[in-house]
């Protein structure tokens, strides 16, 4: 059975910096990546990382935000810098399996709240 567990969202003030991380199990993944949700707003990707860790992220976070894994096993993290209270959203890991062309597992999400 396939797992995400994500932790280490939560409050900081703008300008501030948070870091994500996401646990899976279950598989062998593709790629993970980091979604997230603002109230309101559809769903958007923030950022992505294959197994052999090529990176894409959306053009409007591209210097702020970090995504990286661990070698070996199915971690990854997002680092968040000079965070705004526009990237207050919850924020959602994701998993893509190893045939898929979409993301198909789903973590539960972490609020991340950005105070001005």
């Known amino acids: 059975q396939v797992q995400l567990v994500e932790s280490g969202g939560g409050l900081v003030e703008a300008g501030g910096s948070l870091r994500l991380s996401c646990a899976a199990s279950?598989?062998?993944?593709?790629?993970m990546g980091w979604f997230r949700q603002a109230p309101g707003k559809q769903r958007e990707l923030v950022a992505g990382?294959?197994?052999?860790?090529?990176?894409n992220y959306a053009d409007s976070l591209k210097g702020r935000f970090t995504i990286s894994r661990e070698k070996g096993n199915n971690t990854v993290y997002l680092q968040m810098d000079t965070l705004k209270p526009e990237d207050t959203a919850v924020y959602y890991c994701?998993?893509?399996?190893?045939?898929?062309?979409?993301?198909?597992?789903w973590g539960q999400g972490t609020q991340v709240t950005v105070s001005s």
């Open positions: 994701a998993a893509k399996c190893w045939v898929c062309q979409e993301y198909n597992f």
């Open positions: 279950g598989s062998i993944f593709k790629a």
């Open positions: 990382i294959t197994r052999g860790g090529i990176t």
